[in-house]
T-cell receptor
Framework: GAVVSQHPSRVICKSGTSVKIECRSL??????MFWYRQFPKQSLMLMAT?????????EQGVEKDKFLINHASLTLSTLTVTSAHPEDSSFYIC???????????FGPGTRLTVT | KQEVTQIPAALSVPEGENLVLNCSFT??????LQWFRQDPGKGLTSLLL?????REQTSGRLNASLDKSSGRSTLYIAASQPGDSATYLC?????????FGQGTTLQVKP
């Protein structure tokens, strides 16, 4: 149980375009979803926390207008990188929690490359 | 400041050795402590979760301990195998948020 999927696993987009990444909890209801970013050889940095039906809470330094997060249902959250630039190239990982134990279940990640 | 530190950053051992990975955190008010494994280019695999009321958790050849008073957790890997080669991340949890350490990259040589 507790499977989280992400789609796509890899995406290449041109500078200035927008790209959407989906995060789904497949076998449980995720009251909270988290989005992380990981640069090469670095650790995961929390970008934002989203609760179903509420606006996401962004960490300091993360532009909410650039990284749009939607958590419209208990099984789906999306991260849209708007007007992407090469410096946005990174590995984006989502996680989901049912809230009862605060344990997070992680997706396999999405490799974004902006050319 | 909520910091999580992992030492060493990298470790290379011969197959069969027992080894210990260290994780320290500055705030003792934690809810849980998790250890993860990450293979290159992949997501995270949860290894062990220790709740704040617990002192250790075991799964197969892995044992993780938690000492809140000293702000430390260790991951013990017994009889290491080449397949254990990966980056190991610890993360401190507090009411839902996870703060990650930088990880220890382990190489087990056959």
């Amino acid at each position: 149980g507790a499977v989280v999927s992400q789609h796509p696993s890899r995406v290449i987009c041109k500078s200035g375009t927008s790209v959407k990444i989906e995060c789904r909890s497949l076998d449980f209801q995720a009251t909270t979803m988290f989005w992380y970013r990981q640069f090469p050889k670095q650790s995961l940095m929390l970008m934002a926390t989203s609760n179903e039906g509420s606006k996401a809470t962004y960490e300091q330094g993360v532009e909410k207008d650039k990284f749009l997060i939607n958590h419209a249902s208990l099984t789906l959250s999306t991260l849209t990188v708007t007007s992407a630039h090469p410096e946005d190239s990174s590995f984006y990982i989502c996680s989901a929690s049912s809230g009862s134990s605060y344990e997070q279940y992680f997706g396999p990640g999405t490799r974004l490359t902006v050319t | 400041k909520q910091e999580v530190t992992q030492i060493p950053a990298a470790l290379s051992v011969p197959e069969g050795e027992n080894l210990v990975l260290n994780c320290s955190f500055t705030d003792s008010a934690i809810y849980n402590l998790q250890w993860f494994r990450q293979d290159p280019g992949k997501g995270l695999t949860s290894l062990l979760l220790i709740q704040s009321s617990q002192r250790e958790q075991t799964s197969g050849r892995l044992n993780a301990s938690l000492d809140k008073s000293s702000g430390r957790s260790t991951l013990y890997i017994a009889a290491s195998q080449p397949g254990d080669s990966a980056t190991y991340l610890c993360a401190r949890g507090n009411t839902g948020k996870l703060i990650f350490g930088q990880g220890t990259t382990l190489q087990v040589k056959p």
